[in-house]
Antibody, heavy 120, light 108 residues
Framework: QVQLQESGPGLVKPSETLSLTCNVSGYSLTSGYYWGWIRQSPGKGLEWIASINHGGYTDYNMSLKSRLTLSVDTSKSQFSLKLSSVTAADTAIYYC?????????????WGQGTLVTVSS | EIVLTQSPGTLSLSPGERATLSCRASRSITYNYLAWYQQKPGQAPRLLIYGSSTRATGIPDRFSGSGSGTDFALTISRLEPEDCALYYCQTYGFPPGTFGQGTKVEIK
């Protein structure tokens, strides 16, 4: 059974960079699939952020692309998200998830989510 | 960008009743790339339906999806107490993979 676990700071200052890592167990990242990030806030609801595959191919929500960096480390069985120049609007629960089949933006296994608050 | 509008905002029904949730798209969704998720408080969303009508692995057959083009529906044939949750639709074929705003299902 695939399990995903997000980790990272729960508090980030405005204008700084939010960094999150998703650790994957029960499945090898080299075996395929896309791995994605989704966030949820009271104001914007659920929002797909970006996805990456084991080869490093990425797909981004264009509204966030200029601030995003995604990476994957198959040796550590993890993938990561960096979101720069954060504001209060980036406060949300951030989820990592596995894409279903070859889908980039459809997710069948999710982490429990981690709350990130942007505040000074 | 496709906008998804879900209705009603809240559905309050008794156990054993049938629930029908609607998801309307601002323009036609290619290949019926429409999914439904269930989310309970404090939990991540759970994939129920994809491709408009295909149940995800392990999803009970009381959950069914239908629709095409711009009008889609999720039906729960016989409500059980554990179906109390928020339900979201999502179009996933193209960026930005928009989600609807959700329908809350309450069990009387």
């Amino acid at each position: 059974q695939v399990q995903l676990q997000e980790s990272g700071p729960g508090l980030v200052k405005p204008s700084e960079t939010l960094s999150l890592t998703c650790n994957v167990s029960g499945y090898s990242l080299t075996s395929g699939y896309y791995w994605g990030w989704i966030r949820q806030s009271p104001g914007k609801g659920l929002e797909w952020i970006a996805s990456i595959n084991h080869g490093g191919y990425t797909d981004y929500n264009m509204s966030l692309k200029s601030r995003l960096t995604l990476s994957v480390d198959t040796s550590k069985s993890q993938f990561s998200l960096k979101l720069s120049s954060v504001t209060a609007a980036d406060t949300a629960i951030y989820y990592c998830a596995r894409g279903l089949g070859t889908n980039v933006r459809l997710f069948d296994f999710w982490g429990q989510g981690t709350l990130v608050t942007v505040s000074s | 960008e496709i906008v998804l509008t879900q209705s009603p905002g809240t559905l309050s029904l008794s156990p054993g009743e049938r629930a029908t949730l609607s998801c309307r798209a601002s323009r036609s969704i290619t290949y019926n790339y429409l999914a439904w998720y269930q989310q309970k408080p404090g939990q991540a969303p759970r994939l129920l339906i994809y491709g408009s009508s295909t149940r995800a692995t392990g999803i009970p057959d009381r959950f069914s999806g239908s629709g095409s083009g711009t009008d889609f529906a999720l039906t729960i044939s016989r409500l059980e107490p554990e179906d109390c949750a928020l339900y979201y639709c999502q179009t996933y074929g193209f960026p930005p993979g928009t989600f609807g705003q959700g329908t809350k299902v309450e069990i009387k």
